[in-house]
């Protein structure tokens, strides 16, 4: 089947009451009208008796529907609200109705009870020129961090934090679900686990109990294990472990959830590692959980360190050691989080030789946050340090790094310094999925906390990078994790939407070849390989412009000549590129990234410092984007090979055979669809060029 926009599929949903019955119990529905199909909606319903639900159900089981709230009201001796959640798949036809039914126990109202009904009407879903074709995205509101990610008999599961009802990262805050079979085409599910919603308690003591299931892994418990608490299952417990952020007590724990139903939903969770010391380690979080020798790791996130754990049974834990990363940790960062640990075969030796590789984010203080910041008590700061140190994470910004070493069981021992896992400015909170033998599958939210509330996209924010394998090489006396896009891809590649463009030995001159006049696509999938021994001065390069056209130069990929054999790939994006000046933007969005993006900093360092002391590592404040070495190889060194991954909305490079990852958003205009590449002070050749086109529109 030929991969068409999804666009084409979306719908809305209108809500309508449907005709009242002599005793209706429902006066008044708040939050209908223009529900989107792919939306995830609260509707509240009031009238007498109302407040007596006991349950609702739809007509139709493809939209889930659940009953958060009921109460009475003051006024009227018998007036009630609910509050309905209401979620409508993509795939549900336009223009038909449904019906929800609320069910009502004895009440005054009614002394034997009764039922209500709701009608949905299903409308068309608002186009996005930017909507994702094959990464992951809601459909509605908002996302950030991958968590639980697993493998179950056959099928992925990805959990991730999800606000369903908003794209500003503002409510309710739940694990949102999808799943797939290739890592490529997902289904969403129903959010598989949900934070209490604090606006819809009853009292300020209930909402100083509120708390949001922060990220967190899961894994597969099978045979006796999983009949045995925590799970009690009678075959497979899919066991989430996550982090409980309860905010009015400036508390984080660690706390288990169990499913006996394939991840679908979870039970009441229970707490499995309490945070002792909160008030010297606040940030206590993101715990990733492995089998490791007939037992279970964990690792943490600790403020500016990382602590192992173990357990028997995955409910006592007990400390192993802790990593520090920073000699100093202050109120604005950075600090440690979404850590993970994984063992990887060196592929490129002969003997059987493994390394373990600790990957983690490096989080910071929003700056918005620094305008708000209160006591304990709730009362505004009055000492003004805290928030000078704050506005200090302005030079911050969201990056995810890895550490090759060796783990004997209690401790992680580190080989190298920090890398970063990708170069570009949109990759953060990576993690790996459990569960899949012979493989290490990564992936992580693409975004950057620095503009991620400001990201032009709507009605989500939001998406997950293309999933990567994961390898290690050796090479100049080190390791190197390399990442490669999964070859599940080819399904894409299989059915690509019209001529696929081929090049073969053809002259890389000042100018774009003709065989590339004509290509147009939003989205495709490249293989490149330039033979670059005809560009010998230092600063010649190739430049390749990805969704050019009338509107804008596109998002910039470029190759500089720095030495006889080296060179720098950078990715620079423009003003209207980066959400300035397109006109399909809003005033407010405009130019939300900002004059520090444009900026090229190196970095990468030499071979021989990445293995310096670990310790005395520092992380490099200024290093925002994008500019890193990269070796031409081959006959003469002169061979450079990039895979280029461009969506609607973003691309992802991979060169130095995998050791190098540029990833970032970019939003241009609809009808910028061009692909261009020339090369300045001299001429080169491309080897080879395949363009797999993804996309007609």
Not at 1 to 22: F, G
Not at 623 to 631: K, N
Request: hydrophobic share 35%.
């Amino acid at each position: 089947m030929k991969v068409r926009a999804v666009s084409m599929l979306y719908a809305t949903v209108a809500l309508l009451i449907s005709p009242a019955p002599a005793r209706s119990a429902i006066e008044k529905v708040v939050g209908g009208g223009s529900v989107h199909q792919g939306e995830t909606r609260r509707i509240t319903a009031i009238g007498d008796g109302i407040n007596f639900a006991t349950s609702v159900a739809s007509s139709d089981a493809r939209i889930g529907v659940r009953l958060l709230s009921q109460k009475g009201l003051a006024q009227g001796r018998a007036k009630g609200q609910i509050v309905l959640e209401v979620t409508v798949p993509l795939d549900i036809p336009k223009e038909r109705d449904f019906n929800l039914t609320v069910k009502i126990a004895p009440n005054l109202y009614y002394p034997k009870g009764g039922s209500e009904t709701v009608r949905l009407n299903v409308k068309e879903y608002p186009n996005s020129s930017w909507r994702p074709l094959f990464h992951f995205a809601p459909s509605w509101g908002w996302m950030n961090d991958p968590n639980g990610l697993v493998y179950i008999n056959g099928t992925y599961h990805l959990y991730y934090q999800a606000v369903p009802f908003s794209r500003d990262n503002n409510g309710q805050l739940n694990w949102g679900h999808a799943v797939s079979k290739d890592l490529v085409r997902w289904s969403r599910r129903r959010d598989a686990m949900f934070s209490p919603p604090m606006d819809l308690l009853p009292s300020s003591d209930d909402r100083n109990q509120v708390w949001s299931p922060f990220s967190g892994s899961a894994v597969v418990v099978s045979g006796e294990a999983a009949k045995q608490f925590p799970c009690v299952c009678s075959n497979l417990c899919v066991a989430a472990i996550f982090t409980k952020n309860t905010p009015a007590l400036a508390l984080q724990d660690q706390w288990l959830a169990a499913s006996c139903n394939g991840g679908e939903s979870f039970k009441v969770p229970e707490s499995v590692l309490p945070n002792l010391t909160p008030s010297t380690e606040p940030d206590f979080r993101d715990p990733k959980v492995f089998p490791y020798k007939g037992r279970w790791i964990m690792v943490l996130a600790v403020g500016d360190k990382v602590e192992l754990y173990e357990s028997a049974n995955l409910r006592r834990w007990k400390l192993l050691s802790s990593i520090p990363f920073y000699s100093s940790l202050t109120t604005n960062g950075p600090f440690v989080e979404t850590p993970d640990l994984i063992e990887l075969p060196v592929s490129n030796l002969k003997t059987s030789q493994t390394k373990w590789i600790l990957t983690y984010s490096e989080g910071f203080l929003l700056t918005e946050v620094c305008q708000g910041l209160r006591d304990s008590t709730g009362m505004p700061i009055a000492d003004s340090k805290p928030k000078q140190e704050c506005e200090r994470s302005r030079k911050f910004t969201s990056r995810s790094f890895y550490i090759v070493g060796e783990f004997d069981g209690k401790q992680f021992k580190p080989e190298s310094q920090p890398r970063p896992l990708d170069f570009g400015p949109d990759f953060f909170a990576p993690q790996t999925w459990s569960g899949t033998p012979g493989r290490r599958i990564l992936a992580g939210w693409q975004n950057n906390w620095r503009y991620a509330l400001k990201v032009p996209t709507t009605p989500w924010r939001g998406q997950l990078s293309i999933p990567r394998n994961l390898g290690l090489m050796r090479d100049s006396n080190t390791y190197w994790l390399t990442q490669t896009p999964v070859p599940e891809l080819a399904v894409l590649r299989n059915s690509a939407v019209g001529r696929v463009t081929r090049l073969r030995d053809k002259p890389l001159t000042n100018k774009t070849p003709r065989e590339l006049k004509n290509f147009r696509s939003t989205a495709f999938d490249a293989n490149l390989v330039i033979d670059v021994a005809g560009l010998p001065k230092v600063n010649s390069e190739v430049k390749i412009h990805l969704r050019s056209g009338k509107t804008g130069q596109g998002i910039v990929l470029a190759w500089r000549r720095t030495g006889s054999n080296k060179g720098e790939l950078s990715l620079t994006r423009s003003t209207s590129e980066a959400g300035g000046l397109t006109s399909q933007l809003k005033q407010p969005e405009s130019g939300f990234i900002g004059k520090w993006l444009s900026a090229s900093v190196p970095l990468a360092v030499p071979t021989q410092q990445l293995v310096s002391d670990f310790k005395n590592a520092k992380s490099n404040q200024g290093a925002y984007i994008t500019r890193i070495p990269v070796e031409a190889r081959g006959t003469n060194n002169s061979i450079l090979k990039l895979r280029i991954l461009v969506d609607r909305s973003s691309v992802e490079v991979f060169a130095g055979d995998g050791r190098v990852v540029l990833s970032s958003l970019f939003f241009p205009n609809s009808s910028n669809k061009e692909f261009k590449i020339y090369a300045i002070g001299g001429n080169a050749k491309i080897v080879s060029l395949v363009i797999y086109p993804f996309s007609d529109d």
